[in-house]
């Protein structure tokens, strides 16, 4: 049974697993190779700490965990949007689910959860950025009603690439459609 909490300190080796598995399943052919095989589950543990230990600082930010019985296959994180120039108050920068998890609704709970941590904290209309080419997440949000606004590039691993915005003008439709079915896919 999955079940979905806030993130703890001692979260932050488990994330860092999943963080450095998915990016290495999701991004392969989208990123350069050599970056995603030297990603390091120990650099990502010590950053995710450092993280989790930030955002006690700020109670805008939530690190949501899903969990399968006692393992970690999924997570994500909402914050006040990093951008003064987006239509959105709130950010989810991040949602990873393992590959042998996806489709069983663990990113919709993720999503709900996310959706609802930033009404609780006042803000009611959320965003994200997606490398344009990550078909499968696209379908993701456009299937949760996620509207493509916007598009820029930036640097991951000195590579340039280039995103696509989606957005939410009510983050309660977001919470809602996350309770919904989805037609099974790749997402």
């Known amino acids: 049974m999955i079940h979905i909490r806030m993130a703890r300190r001692t979260d932050a080796a488990a994330i860092a697993s999943v963080h450095a598995t998915t990016w290495k399943e999701a991004y392969r052919g989208l990123l350069d190779g050599a970056y ?3 990603l390091s589950e120990k650099r990502l543990t010590a950053r995710w700490r450092t993280h989790l230990d930030r955002r006690e600082e700020d109670r805008d930010e939530e690190i949501l ?6 393992e970690l296959v999924g997570f994500a994180n909402a914050i006040s949007s990093r ?24 990113g919709r709970g993720l999503m709900k959860a996310s959706a609802d ?30 509207e493509s606004q916007g598009r820029k590039s930036d640097s991951v691993g000195g590579q340039i690439v280039q ?6 003008r009510d983050i309660a439709q977001l919470a809602e459609r996350s309770t919904q ?6 997402y």
């Open 36 to 38: 995603l095989e030297n």
């Open 65 to 70: 965990v899903a969990m399968n019985g006692r």
């Open 83 to 106: 951008e003064a120039f987006a239509p959105w108050e709130a950010e989810i920068p991040m949602i990873y689910v393992l590959k042998e998890h996806r489709g069983s609704g663990i």
């Open 117 to 146: 941590h930033c009404i609780r904290r006042g803000m009611f209309s959320g965003g994200l950025w997606v490398l344009r080419d990550n078909g499968a997440a696209r379908d993701f949000y456009e299937a949760l009603g996620g």
């Open 163 to 168: 995103l696509v915005g989606y957005w939410w």
């Open 181 to 186: 079915s989805i037609t099974p896919g790749r």
